[in-house]
Each structure stands twice: as C-alpha cells, then as structure tokens.
T-cell receptor
C-alpha cells in the first residue's frame, strides 16, 4: 500500500469548514483513499473513501486531485464533537482491509 | 445499529496472568481482527481471521494467541501477560472482499499489566 503523509495537528473554529490534507504521491492507479477518525478513547470510525472522483456523504466530502497524489477531507461545519485524530489510508479495494496502515494521523481540535 | 462489542473497557492484570479479551460482532462479517494501539506506533495488527477456526498472524503475534469458534466471536489470549503488553487493544471486523471494505471497530479494551 502507498504511504501517506498528514500534518500532525490542526485547529479549526467551531462552525467553520475543516480541511484536512493528505499526501499520497506514490499511490497506484487501483488504490483507494480511505479516511477514518478516532475520537479519544474510542475505536476508529470509517468516514469516507474514493478512487478518483470527489465523494460526499452525510459526514464529509473527499476531494482527490486530478493526479491523485493528494486529497483533502472536508468537514463542512465542524463541531466540538469532531475533535479527533483523522487517518488517511491508501489501499487496494478488495485487499485485506485489516492490513490497512494507520499511522499517526492528524489531530484536529475544534475550538469554540 | 451495527456493532462490534468488546467485553471489557478497562482491565488490570498481574504479570504472568492469563488474559482473555473477547470481541463479538453482529454484522455477520467473515473477517475479524485484533490490533494494539500505542502512542507513536499507530495501530499494529496482531492476528486476524477470515473464517471460523481460521487464523493468521499479523505483524506482531508474539505473546498472543486467538480463537474463533463461532463466526461472530473472536478472542485474543495473552497466555502469560507481561508489562510490555500494557496497551489499548482494538477489535475490528469487515466483510469478505466485496463491499466498501471498511473496518468496523469496537470501543477498545485498555489493558494494564502490573
């Protein structure tokens, strides 16, 4: 699986959009980008995934650049409950999901 | 609401004790996984299972064993707990091959070995 690079930490004001970047410059053509988050003292939670097109669900939007070397997770109206560690993961779609590499992620702090 | 349930949120054990961590999922998933999470090391895969009675080693299986007698239940066993096994343990499940491939995690079991 391709390696990802994320900033260590970010802050966001409550009610504003939180934009979390991820660099995956070595991604291959059939690897997907997955995002998870982990709220303190809980297990990680799946957010969204995509291949090349932008994706949106009830939790977030995922913007993938045309060259697929980076992506941005957008939380459109961040709340205090969005404070968490966010993980960007790249892997093949039908490979063993459990072998996904969860690195250190980005610690997002939403401030009032 | 789909769920992965871990039997204990917090455990304190003594060195040398045998420790059982239980995990149950209600989604009829084929795949189940055990991880440990330590600061600065991310999530590390200990063992996983593709089916009942099947198990495979992950990246750090030493000092651990697992059991999967029923599809919904996956147990992690520390035969003789040691202080370096103090950690947060996470169980997860996923469907086999198809679908979104997302992982569903339990809330974690924080084990302290004294």
């Amino acid at each position: 699986d391709a390696k990802t690079t994320q900033p260590t930490s970010m802050d966001c004001a409550e009610g504003r959009a939180a934009n979390l970047p991820c660099n995956h410059s070595t991604i291959s053509g059939n690897e997907y980008v997955y995002w998870y988050r982990q709220i303190h003292s809980q297990g990680p939670q799946y957010i969204i995934h995509g291949l090349k097109n932008n994706e949106t669900n009830e939790m977030a939007s995922l913007i993938i650049t045309e060259d697929r070397k980076s992506s941005t997770l957008i939380l459109p109206h961040a709340t205090l409950r969005d404070t968490a560690v966010y993980y960007c993961i790249v892997r093949l779609y039908n490979t063993n999901a459990g072998k996904s590499t969860f690195g250190d992620g980005t610690t997002l702090t939403v401030k009032p | 609401d789909v769920k992965v349930t871990q039997s204990s949120r917090y455990l304190v054990k003594r060195t040398g004790e045998k420790v059982f961590l239980e995990c149950v999922q209600d989604m009829d998933h084929e795949n189940m996984f055990w991880y440990r999470q330590d600061p600065g090391l991310g999530l590390r895969l200990i063992y996983f299972s593709y089916d009942v009675k099947m198990k495979e080693k992950g990246d750090i299986p030493e000092g651990y064993s697992v059991s999967r007698e029923k599809k919904e239940r996956f147990s992690l066993i520390l035969e003789s707990a040691s202080t370096n096994q103090t950690s947060m343990y996470l169980c997860a499940s996923s469907r086999d091959g198809t679908g979104t491939g997302e992982l569903f995690f339990g809330e974690g079991s924080r084990l302290t070995v004294l």
